[in-house]
């Protein structure tokens, strides 16, 4: 099993320019997340998706668009992206248990715009 | 958004040494996690707490769950190099969503 898988692993744009960042999982996870990690702070989370054809926003949605094309995959979508979007994107799927989901991480896009 | 604060926000120690770091918050929690995460890597579920005063121990690892929800530690017990990481104490604030607090970077000199 592969896991969390995560395309590119790092990516340069300039303001204004679109991309899609890929997050595939292979564990038949239903639940999936995009975060964001910027120095000196932790994960806050973009997106959420409960299930295939859900999603929600999380704490910091302006500026992304998020597509769960089937359970497999969850895409995180820039538009136009700004320089405030510099930062290391992690996707992640997680199965419920005991004490709440277990998230599991792929690792990471790092992102500059400039 | 819920206020979660954890400390230190660096440890810096020499291999052997014990240490702990606090997560703490003024909401209550149903359950809170801890990760590890290592540079240039996605973080890894080290345990879940659910019960208020749980003790949970994973090697030389200790992970203590406040009485009232609100707060948690993380004691490590001789720590060795291959402890350095970041350290994030996630706590569940919807039924499967988690906040990250801003983590504790630690250090291990051998």
């Known amino acids: 099993n592969a896991g969390v898988t995560q395309t590119p692993k790092f990516q340069v744009l300039k303001t204004g320019q679109s991309m899609t960042l890929q997050c595939a999982q292979d564990?038949?996870?239903?639940?999936m997340y995009w975060y964001r990690q910027d120095p000196g702070m932790g994960l806050r989370l973009i997106y959420y998706?409960?299930?295939?054809?859900?999603?929600d926003k999380g704490e910091v949605p302006n500026g992304y668009n998020v597509s769960r094309l089937n359970k497999r995959e969850f895409s995180l979508r820039l538009e136009s992206a700004a320089p405030s979007q510099t930062s290391v994107y992690f996707c992640?799927?997680?199965?419920?248990?005991?004490?709440?989901?277990?998230?599991?991480f792929g690792p990471g896009t790092r992102l500059t715009v400039l | 958004t819920q206020l979660l604060e954890q400390s230190p926000q660096f440890l810096s120690i020499q291999e052997g040494e014990n240490l702990t770091v606090y997560c703490n918050s003024s909401s209550v929690f149903s359950s809170l996690q801890w990760y590890r995460q290592e540079p240039g890597e996605g973080p890894v579920l080290l345990v879940t707490v659910v019960t208020g005063g749980e003790v949970k121990k994973l090697k030389r690892l200790t992970f203590q769950f406040g009485d009232a929800r609100k707060d948690s530690s993380l004691h490590i017990t001789a720590a060795q190099p291959g402890d350095t990481g970041l350290y994030l104490c996630?706590?569940?604030?919807?039924?499967?969503?988690?906040?990250f607090g801003s983590g504790t970077k630690l250090n291990v000199k051998p």
């Open positions: 564990m038949n996870h239903n639940s």
């Open positions: 996630a706590p569940l604030y919807n039924f499967n969503k988690f906040y």
């Open positions: 998706s409960a299930s295939e054809g859900t999603t």
């Open positions: 992640a799927s997680s199965e419920m248990h005991a004490g709440g989901p277990e998230q599991f």
